[in-house]
């Protein structure tokens, strides 16, 4: 899988807020931020974060709202053994205002992976 220990950085970033959230952003939510999502959502769940946490993707424009990811982000998911229930939508003002992180991930899914912190 890619960079796990990205994730688990984040995931044990301590704060004083009971839940924290998260957004992957990409160019359509149908590849890159919904298999950081699912796998995201995964490594919460394994550490038994999961009430910690509300994760999320997004798209920055609306070319597959309402779509299930492409088939091949769903081929990869499904190698890694990993769900995902992501269906594509639009980044919008609420989930930037209420994001401890906004995650871009457009040009590659952890390696170049921006962290806006709100």
Request: hydrophobic fraction near 40%.
């Amino acid at each position: 899988m890619c960079c796990p220990h990205f994730i688990n950085n984040i995931i044990n970033i301590k704060m004083s807020v009971p839940q924290k959230s998260i957004v992957f952003v990409c160019l359509g939510n149908i590849c890159r931020s919904p298999i950081a999502e699912a796998i995201f959502t995964k490594l919460v769940k394994a550490q038994g974060d999961e009430s910690k946490w509300k994760v999320d993707s997004a798209a920055m424009g609306p070319w597959h709202v309402g779509k299930q990811p492409d088939r091949r982000a769903r081929a990869v998911l499904q190698k890694y053994n990993v769900p995902t229930t992501c269906t594509a939508r639009v980044v919008i003002k609420q989930s930037q205002a209420t994001a401890f992180y906004l995650s871009n991930t457009k040009l590659s899914i952890f390696r170049t992976t921006q962290i806006y912190i709100f």
